[in-house]
């Protein structure tokens, strides 16, 4: 359940017939939450869709959440300041928590730039089902990538609160993996999450 308290104190949880372990012994698979967090071209889409790829072909199954996505509907009404960013983080936290509760393997591609964000997010999935994944890649090669054009009209101050530029990212301390995805192939880095969620006993 979210820590978040609801506004309303006239609402209940309600709990399903079923049991996360009755959900993997019917499903076959168990749910985890891979949040794939770094710098804007750093390459945590790209990464994220080659993974959900690999496990569908697998008959395992997982989804993107990515955030240009989200922010062109559940998150349309938010912006890029600080307090914006803290809410986006949270709902999507909250979304992904319910896709693990389905058993899907549910893949997160956000620049997530704080760490309590981050943490919070961890704090809504069950224990060994959250896996931080920090795409580490400079700021110089993300600039590089720049497909999109952001960097150089954050550069030229069109952009405001732009992450790396006039906004911080707080880099993970203790993520599960670390991505030189400045320095690997993006089949190579698919591989290290798909031998980290086999670890771990998620596929």
Partial sequence: MSTNSPKSKNIVWHHGKLTAEDRVRHLGQRGAVVWLTGLSGCGKSTVA????????????????????????????????????????IRRIGEVARLFCETNIVTLTAFISPYRAD????????????????????SLEVCEQRDTKGLYKKARAGQIPEFTGISAPY?????????????????????????DLLAKNNII
């Fill in 49 to 88: 869709r080659e993974i959900e790829h690999a496990l569908i072909e697998n008959k395992i199954n997982s989804y993107v959440l990515d955030g240009d996505n989200i922010r062109h509907g559940l998150n349309s009404n938010l912006g890029f300041s600080p307090d914006d960013r803290k809410e986006n």
């Fill in 118 to 137: 981050r943490d919070l997010a961890r704090s809504l999935v069950p224990k060994g089902q959250f896996f931080e994944v920090f795409c580490n890649a």
């Fill in 170 to 194: 707080e880099a993970p301390e203790n993520a599960e993996l670390v991505l030189k995805s400045d320095q690997e192939t993006v089949e190579e880095s698919t591989r290290r999450v798909l």
